[in-house]
């Protein structure tokens, strides 16, 4: 699929393509976009007749691979002035219903998804991450904030090897592990334990 970028007439100059790294003899470009499993290289051609740059996107891309792609096309959108055709990406739909692609409606449909992913997480292994800080535990509760375009946890509360515990943050990054809770170790009674020491005697 592709996006087309429509820079500003005085904005597409030679200089400007040079400075994206554009080969002016094929009129083509290459661009890095980062993200958080690393670097993704999009080839872009700037197609004379219609005065647009094309760039194409990989398929089969990852959820952080695409979110890096929209912000790199947001940065050339600022730095050409440019207007943005993204009609052959469509992503999706937003909670409200409302049709998604990688620009248009992107951040409200990516709240959408991640809530509605959290969701699916409860009662499972996951691992919280504050400001580099981690944990893990089956996930037993969880506050969470959403605006139009934003979806953010704002604490969870874990069961632990070593017993309950509370996490809180502006926006805690909530990721499934996999894996499966450990036994409570020794020093953790186990739930037949706590039951037969609060039963009552005959």
Same mark, same amino acid.
């Given at each position: 699929?592709?996006?087309?970028?429509?820079?500003?007439?005085?904005?597409?100059? $030679?200089?400007?393509?040079?400075?994206?790294?554009?080969?002016?003899?094929?009129?083509?470009?290459?661009?890095?976009?980062?993200?958080?499993?690393?670097?993704?290289?999009?080839?872009?051609?700037?197609?004379?007749?219609?005065?647009?740059?094309?760039?194409?996107?990989?398929?089969?891309?990852?959820? %952080?691979?695409?979110?890096? &792609?929209?912000?790199?096309?947001?940065?050339?959108?600022?730095?050409?002035?440019?207007?943005?055709?993204?009609?052959? =990406?469509?992503?999706?739909?937003?909670?409200?219903?409302?049709?998604?692609?990688?620009?248009?409606?992107?951040?409200?449909? =990516?709240?959408?998804?991640? %809530?509605?992913? %959290?969701?699916?997480? $409860?009662?499972?292994?996951?691992?919280?991450?504050?400001?580099?800080?981690?944990?893990?535990?089956?996930?037993?509760?969880?506050?969470?904030?959403?605006?139009?375009?934003?979806?953010? &946890?704002?604490?969870?509360?874990?069961?632990?090897?070593?017993?309950?515990?509370?996490?809180?943050?502006?926006?805690?990054?909530?990721?499934?592990?996999?894996?499966?809770? %450990?036994?409570? =170790?020794?020093?953790?009674?186990?739930?037949?334990?706590?039951?037969?020491?609060?039963?009552?005697?005959?």
């Amino acid at each position: 699929m592709n996006v087309w970028l429509y820079p500003a007439k005085e904005r597409w100059t $030679s200089e400007t393509a040079e400075n994206l790294g554009m080969n002016l003899d094929e009129n083509s470009l290459s661009l890095e976009s980062m993200s958080a499993e690393g670097r993704l290289r999009l080839h872009g051609i700037w197609e004379k007749e219609q005065k647009r740059l094309s760039l194409t996107i990989p398929p089969r891309l990852t959820m %952080q691979e695409y979110d890096g &792609i929209h912000l790199l096309i947001l940065r050339l959108q600022k730095q050409l002035a440019a207007d943005v055709d993204d009609t052959e =990406t469509f992503m999706g739909y937003t909670e409200s219903g409302e049709e998604a692609y990688l620009i248009r409606n992107w951040k409200a449909w =990516t709240a959408f998804l991640r %809530q509605a992913g %959290q969701r699916s997480l $409860s009662g499972h292994k996951v691992r919280v991450t504050k400001e580099g800080n981690t944990w893990e535990g089956l996930l037993l509760d969880y506050c969470e904030r959403l605006s139009p375009e934003r979806y953010q &946890i704002t604490e969870c509360l874990l069961l632990t090897n070593s017993g309950e515990i509370s996490v809180q943050g502006t926006d805690l990054l909530v990721e499934p592990t996999g894996d499966m809770l %450990q036994a409570p =170790t020794e020093d953790v009674p186990s739930l037949a334990d706590q039951l037969k020491r609060i039963s009552p005697t005959s």
